[in-house]
C-alpha cells in the first residue's frame, strides 16, 4: 500500500518525522517496505497484512497514526446540492446475484464536463502509481485510495434501457473489458450488466461499452459490496488483478460504501460540474451493530504482563473506532469488564483476545518488558496427535513418504477405487480445482496419481502415505433426501508390489499403538483391485474394519503408466485411535534364560496363519513369550492334495524360574494337541 505524507496530512496532524513515524506504524502491524520521494511527494510502502483491507486507503492509515501519536481524525465534510429529479425516475437496478453482491448502490450525475483533472489530484494519483484518465474516473480512483472502497462510473447513455442488472454471466458470454481485452464470462463470475449485455466484471474491472468518455455528459455512480471468495475465483481465473478485486478480495466496510458514493458525488460536482440526482439505489439490507465484544480488564495485565490504565485502553479502542463505555469501570476493579462494540470497517475483531492485541500494539509491544511475568500453562497432546506422531514414525522408519492431496478430486480419481462404499460421492457445485467437484471417498486414488507423477516426472518409484479426511456417502434419510456424508480421518498407504511388507508394516503399527489383538484377514471382492487381491482387515477383539489391504488391478496400474505391481492400504485413523494405549507401559523383563523351540505341521491348504498362531496363543501359557512365522513348504506326493507345511518357532520362558526341557515339551505337547484337534494338523518329526 503506497501512502504519500502530504495526502495523509489532510486527516492527520503528522507530529513525528518521517523515521519515527515509519517505526511506530512497523512496530504496530503495518510494516514499512520503503520511502522514496516523487516529485517531492515523500511516498511510504506498507505491508498490509490480509486481515487490514481498511488500511488500504488513506484515511485507515491515517486512523492509525492518529491512535498512535494520540491526534484527532479528521474526515472530510461532504456537501453537495441535490437537484429536483429523483434517481429512480432515471435508472432501474435489480440485483439476481446476492450470493455475490449482497449490496450495490448506485447514484446518477447528469451534466458533468469530462475533461483533465486538477493538477493536485493528477499529483497525487501519480505520485503513488495510478494513471491519470479523465476527471470522472481520476475521482474514482482518489476515493478509492482516499477510503478504500472500489468505485466505478458507467456513461448512463450507454447503459440499455436505463437499466443495470447484477446476475450470474451466461454461457459463453463474453466482455471486451476497459484492458481492451476479451474475457469469458461463467455462471460464477458476477455480472453487471444493463437490460441487453453485460458493461462490467463485479468486483474485477469494467468494460469498454460503458466507459467514461468525452462525449459523457450523465454518469451513474457504482459503489457496492461483492463477496470476497467470489472475487478471488474469478481474479484467479481470468488471470485479471486490480485495485478494485485486491480490496474486495480483503472485504470492504459495509457502511462506508455510501460514504464512498456521496464523496464521489462531491468531487464530481466541484471539478467537473453537474447535478446529483436526489436519493440513492440501494439493493442491501438494513446494516445492523457488530455483536459486542466482552473485553476483561483482568485479562490484559494476565496475557501482557503488563499494567495498562483503563484510561488508555479506552483512548485507544475508542480511537480506533470501537464504540465502548468506560464510565461505569472502577479503576481499581480486577473484574470490571467492557462491552465493546467493533467498527464496522474492523472485520477481524471477533473475541477478546483481538481487542487485547489492539491495546498491546498502540500501546507498544516495546513496552512490556522481557521478563515480564506471564503465567503459562503447560499443555498437552491431543490423544489424536500423539497416535499420528507415533504413525508417522512407523511409516518414515517403513521408507514411506508423507503426501498432502486435495480433498476435492474429479470424476476420473474418484472411481477409480473406493473400497469403503460404493454410494456416489458427494458433488460441490463449484470446482474448487479444474474439474474437480467430487468429495473423495478414499485415499487411494490420490496417492495413485501422486506415484504416477512422480514416476512421470522423475521416473521415481514413489512409496507415499497421508493422514487426512474421507467423505463417506450416507444412506437417504426417511424423507429419501441425502444426508450429508461422515467426515472420517483415514491412513493411506501405495508403495511397490511386496503384500506381505506392507502387511508387517501394518501389524508394526498396531504394536507401536499399543492395540492388543492380532491382525486379521478377509478376502473380498471390490472394483480396482486384482482378483483375490483385496483383504479386509480386522483386529481380534474388535468388531468394526479397520480397513483394507490389497493388490491393485493391473489395468488400473497400467491405466496410470506405472511398471510393476502396487499394493495399497488404506485404515481408519479414527478406529486406530480409539482402540489405541498409549501410555507406556511397563513389563517385567525375565532374568532367567530361554529355550526356543521348532515345529513343522502338516496343515489343511485352507488354515491361515492368523487362525493358527490364535490356536497356538490359546493352547500354551503367559510362558509363550514370542510366537514367528518361518515359511511354507507344499509336498503334495508326500503330505497329500490341499496340504501345507508350516514351519513357526516359540520362543518360552519363565519370570521366576529355569525353564527345564520337561517345562517346555509339556507346552510344545499341549500345542501340538489343539493343532490337531482344531486344525486336523499332523506334527512333522
Known sequence: MLVTLSWLSRYVDITLTHDELVDRLSLSGLNHEGSETIDGEVVIDLEVTSNRGDCLGHIGVAR????????????????????????????????????????????????????????????????????????????????????????????????????IVVRPGNPEEKLEAIDHREYELTAQTCVIADADSPMAIGGVMGGASSEVSEQTTDIVIEAADFVPLSVRRTARRLKLHSPSSFRFERRVDPRGIDWASRRACQLITEIAGGSVASGVIDTGSPITDREPVILRLSQLSRVLGIDITPETVERILKGLGCRADFASVAKASESASVQCVPPTWRHDLTREADLIEEVARIHGYDKIPEDSPIPVTPSSKRTFDS???????????????????????????????????????????????????????????????????????????????????????????????????????????????????????????????????????????????????????????????????????????????????????????DLLVAWSHLVPQQQQISAFPSIRRDLNLVLPESVRWDGLSQVIRTAADERLTELSYQETYRNEKQDGADRKRVLFSMELQSLSETMSGSDADTIVENVVTACEKELNAVLMR
Open 64 to 163: 492509525e497514526i492518529a491512535v498512535l501519536t494520540d491526534q484527532k481524525l479528521k474526515l472530510p465534510t461532504i456537501e453537495f446540492q441535490e437537484s429536483s429529479k429523483n434517481v429512480n425516475d432515471l435508472l432501474t437496478v435489480r440485483n439476481e446475484f446476492t450470493d455475490a453482491c449482497p449490496r450495490y448502490t448506485a447514484r446518477v450525475v447528469q451534466g458533468v464536463r469530462v475533461g483533465d483533472s486538477p493538477e493536485w489530484m493528477q499529483n497525487a494519483l501519480k505520485s503513488i502509481g495510478i494513471g491519470v484518465v479523465n476527471n470522472i474516473v481520476d475521482v474514482t480512483n482518489y476515493v478509492m485510495m482516499e477510503c478504500g472502497q472500489p468505485l466505478h462510473a458507467f456513461d448512463a447513455a450507454k447503459v440499455g434501457k436505463n437499466t
Open 387 to 573: 497416535a499420528m506422531s507415533r504413525l508417522r514414525g512407523v511409516m518414515t522408519a517403513a521408507g514411506l513418504s508423507e503426501a498432502m492431496t486435495p480433498s476435492v478430486v474429479t470424476e476420473k480419481i474418484d472411481s477409480a477405487l473406493s473400497p469403503w462404499t460404493d454410494r456416489p460421492a458427494l458433488q460441490t457445485r463449484t470446482a474448487m480445482l479444474e474439474g474437480s467437484r467430487r468429495l473423495r471417498r478414499s485415499l487411494l486414488p490420490s496417492l495413485l496419481q501422486s506415484r504416477a507423477a512422480n514416476w512421470a516426472s522423475a521416473s521415481l518409484d514413489a512409496t507415499l502415505f497421508e493422514i487426512a479426511h474421507v467423505y463417506l456417502p450416507a444412506a437417504p434419510d426417511a424423507k429419501g433426501d441425502d444426508a450429508l456424508p461422515a467426515e472420517n480421518y483415514h491412513v493411506g498407504m501405495i508403495m511397490g508390489e511386496d503384500f506381505f511388507a506392507a502387511k508387517g508394516i501394518i501389524e508394526t503399527l498396531l504394536a507401536r499403538l499399543g492395540i492388543d489383538g492380532a491382525l486379521q484377514v478377509e478376502s473380498v471382492d471390490r472394483d480396482g483391485f486384482a482378483p483375490g487381491g483385496l483383504v479386509e482387515l480386522k483386529v481380534t477383539g474388535h468388531d468394526e474394519t479397520l480397513g483394507y489391504l490389497g493388490l491393485l488391478d493391473e489395468k488400473l496400474v497400467r491405466s496410470w503408466k506405472l511398471p510393476g505391481k502396487v499394493v495399497a492400504a488404506e485404515l481408519s485413523a
